[in-house]
């Protein structure tokens, strides 16, 4: 016993140092808890988004790499527009140069025909075996869009070596199509210079979960493939990618980015746990100090065990209140141990720290703006929290609910609803609407959600209501809307079919009436080149006519002068006249002759909508010729300024004289109106904007009254006239309009200014396109 006592009795000296030790190396231990608690998620966190900055870094610099290279094949292709074909090759050529930056460039036609090529100059003997060659069945050329348009392909085969290259497609304007081969080594070689000295290592992947390059150390490249790991199903898919990734027995963050160009994706790695450097250090000076300590505060106890009891026991009685949820306004002790002081700094921040995250989460439950509940599932589903929302919605008193189940508060007006509900959360399924009791006894019709959740130290229920009431209610009245609305459709329907047979009456008088216009209007143009006709033989035939009688006048002369004898001078002079006379009269009839072959031909064209080749000068001499007559009796003129030759066209002569009858008149009928002088002017000549000077222009321009503003957009409509029933039935522009756009497969426009007149510009292609027998009746009955 006396044994026993010896050594279970200590001195005060032996108690408090080894009280001493034993707090300063709990609270040692409790210090390096929490800052490897605090520190190691830290450094996690910071691991982690320092590999998403690299590997999204690393995409940016591959977009960047590709976009230069689009830029520079884009460049490239505005030159080539502004340059002749023979030179084609050589600028390719520069745009490659040694085939690091673009391995081969083409230039394709939009058929798919080579039509130059850019090649290094140890590849330039091969040249001619790519000139002409058909790549339109390239997977390039056919994903490239059939406008304009840039097409990537991160596993593209060359077309001349084929080798795995990068592929890029260019389409430009004129459909030719730029393909440019982008040597994958050097865009790889980007990703090893900017990873650098770091730590991670960056995987390349394709879609097919290849990985074609590896910035650390490992010889994964080639011979490892991924495409079945769950990481690569989350890229693929595009679903949110984890942040860790056991592989080869360690585990490591990861982090990946997409380059949409070529479709591949980027993964980094870096160590995680332990195996973080980081980390490691940070571990290893946790422990390091820890040992330290230990060590000093064995040599140092025995003199501050005193002063370390009173500190150490304010220290205690402060967590206490701490802990039960007193004096939290209260500062924490310190004193003159730096340990001690440390301990209380990071006990308050932590306590702190606690404190306001249950006041966020509590913050944030009653702000949501619908009703919420928290259920214990483990203790026959009673409330464990409702929000404030659903307080005042369901009228009940939050402490009156807590701790209770909704079939003591009376929450359900049929208690197998309650039985359902619950059934359909613990099977995950979609919720129903459901009748509740408020607290006064009034009924809501809640939609019903819920969602598990499974704690350490519970498995909860969260829950949501929505009042859909109001919605109900607007759906019901909806329904009686809609069938309300059928009926009145049903009705309508029936009135408007009837309308409808009504209108199509009408219709067909208004086309009758159309056909009868159009011939009327055909009869005036007869009309007119009859009297073009006359008016132009006039001259001629009366010119013959007065020959005649001249000659038959001398050779009565002659005859009575013959009574007498015939004298040399008598006869020579008689000669002399019927010479003149036959020579006068037969030019004036060779003209009428002309005249009536030209006239001839034009009824051929108007009458047969015969198509041939002709000069534009012919139709506009014989279309002023017959229009003559129209301008003899006014201070009118007309003016031709038409090349003799240069300007043939295969087409359709009738349809355009008739189309340019149409506007001469259109300029007397309208704007010459009221005015003492005016001038028509018909040009022509060959288009300038069209890119192969194959297109004619003939305009048609006068200096009388302009067309009003808003009837410059009608004009060309049927029955469009500021003159109906006064000589005008509003069919001639829109017959001339329907002849150049159907017939001659040209375009007719206007431009109308206050001051200069109007000018009516047809342009015509030099081969009208085919046409069938009724399109030349549309042209004047459409």
């Not at 075996?129 to 994903?143: Q, Y």
Request: hydrophobic share 45%; net charge neutral.
């Amino acid at each position: 016993m006396r044994h026993a006592a010896a050594w279970g009795v200590w001195s005060l000296r032996s108690h408090l140092s080894a009280l001493l030790m034993a707090t300063m190396l709990l609270t040692l231990a409790v210090v390096g808890a929490v800052v490897l608690a605090y520190g190691i998620p830290r450094l996690e966190r910071a691991s982690r988004v320092a590999l998403r900055h690299e590997v999204g870094e690393m995409a940016e610099r591959m977009e960047l790499l590709l976009r230069t290279r689009q830029t520079r094949l884009e460049l490239v292709e505005l030159l080539l527009h502004d340059m002749a074909p023979q030179h084609y090759n050589s600028l390719l050529d520069k745009s490659v140069r040694n085939g690091n930056t673009l391995r081969v460039v083409y230039r394709v036609s939009a058929q798919g025909r080579v039509e130059a090529v850019g090649l290094p100059a140890a590849l330039q003997a091969r040249r001619a075996d790519l000139l002409g060659s058909d790549v339109s069945a390239n997977s390039l050329f056919r994903a490239v869009p059939t406008k304009t348009g840039v097409v990537w392909s991160g596993r593209y085969r060359s077309i001349l070596t084929g080798d795995l290259t990068a592929g890029m497609a260019y389409r430009d304007g004129d459909g030719h199509v730029m393909i440019a081969e982008v040597p994958i080594g050097t865009l790889l070689g980007t990703v090893e210079l900017a990873a650098g000295g770091r730590s991670s290592s960056i995987w390349v992947v394709d879609r097919s979960g290849e990985i074609i390059a590896h910035t650390g150390q490992g010889d994964d490249v080639g011979k490892l493939n991924i495409r079945n790991w769950p990481l690569m199903q989350d890229l693929l898919q595009g679903r949110e990618v984890a942040t860790r990734l056991r592989f080869q027995g360690g585990d490591f963050h990861v982090a990946a980015a997409h380059s949409r160009a070529l479709d591949w994706y980027f993964v980094a790695k870096a160590p995680a746990g332990l195996a973080n450097p980081e980390v490691l250090t940070l571990v290893l000076h946790v422990a390091t100090a820890f040992a330290a300590c230990a060590v000093i505060g064995l040599l140092m106890a025995p003199f501050w065990a005193s002063r370390l009891v009173r500190p150490l026991q304010r220290i205690v009685a402060r967590a206490a209140q701490t802990t039960a949820g007193g004096a939290l306004d209260l500062s924490w002790p310190h004193g003159s141990v730096a340990e001690f002081n440390r301990l209380s700094s990071d006990l308050e921040r932590m306590a702190m720290t606690l404190q306001e995250r249950e006041q966020t989460a509590q913050a944030i439950f009653n702000a949501a703006p619908v009703p919420m509940t928290v259920r214990d599932r483990d203790n026959e589903y009673r409330f464990v929290d409702v929000n404030s929302v659903w307080c005042r919605e369901l009228g009940r008193d939050r402490a009156q609910v807590l701790g209770r189940t909704s079939r003591e508060i009376g929450l359900w007006t049929d208690d197998g609803a309650a039985a359902r509900v619950q059934q359909r959360v613990l099977n995950n399924e979609a919720l129903e609407d459901a009748w509740l009791l408020r607290g006064d006894g009034s009924r809501l019709m809640m939609q019903l959600y819920g969602r598990l959740v499974d704690l350490p130290s519970a498995r909860l229920t969260i829950g949501v209501c929505v009042d859909v009431s109001p919605m109900r209610r607007i759906e019901a009245e909806l329904r009686d809307l809609n069938q309300q609305l059928e009926a009145r459709v049903e009705r309508r329907t029936a009135a408007l079919a009837a309308s409808h047979e009504a209108l199509s009456q009408t219709v067909a008088q208004l086309r009758t009436a159309q056909d009868e216009l159009v011939r009327s209007e055909k009869m005036a143009a007869l009309g007119h080149l009859v009297a073009g006709v006359a008016h132009e033989l006039n001259t001629p035939l009366g010119n013959g006519v007065m020959a005649v009688s001249a000659l038959a006048h001398a050779m009565q002369r002659f005859k009575a002068g013959a009574a007498d004898g015939v004298k040399r001078a008598d006869l020579a002079q008689l000669v002399d006249s019927v010479a003149q006379c036959v020579d006068i009269a037969e030019r004036n009839l060779r003209r009428a002759a002309e005249l009536v072959q030209s006239f001839k031909q034009v009824a051929v064209d108007q009458t047969s909508s015969q198509r041939r080749r002709f000069e534009i000068s012919e139709v506009v001499h014989e279309t002023v010729v017959s229009l003559r007559p129209s301008f003899s009796r006014t201070p009118y003129r007309i003016e031709v300024d038409v090349p003799a030759s240069g300007l043939q066209l295969d087409s359709y002569p009738g349809a355009l004289g008739q189309a340019l009858s149409n506007l001469v008149q259109n300029a007397l009928l309208h704007g010459f109106e009221g005015r003492d002088r005016g001038t028509v002017r018909i040009t022509a000549g060959r288009d300038a904007t069209c890119a192969d000077d194959r297109r004619i222009w003939l305009c048609v321009a006068d200096d009388g009254h302009p067309i009003a503003p808003e009837h410059v957009d009608h004009i060309f409509e049927p029955f469009m006239t500021t003159k109906m029933g006064r000589a005008g039935t509003g069919l001639g522009l829109h017959i001339s309009h329907n002849a150049v756009v159907d017939v001659l497969g040209g375009t007719l426009t206007v431009r109308s200014v206050e001051g200069e007149g109007s000018r009516f510009e047809l342009r015509l292609p030099a081969s009208a396109p085919a046409q069938r027998p009724s399109d030349f009746g549309a042209m004047g009955s459409a």
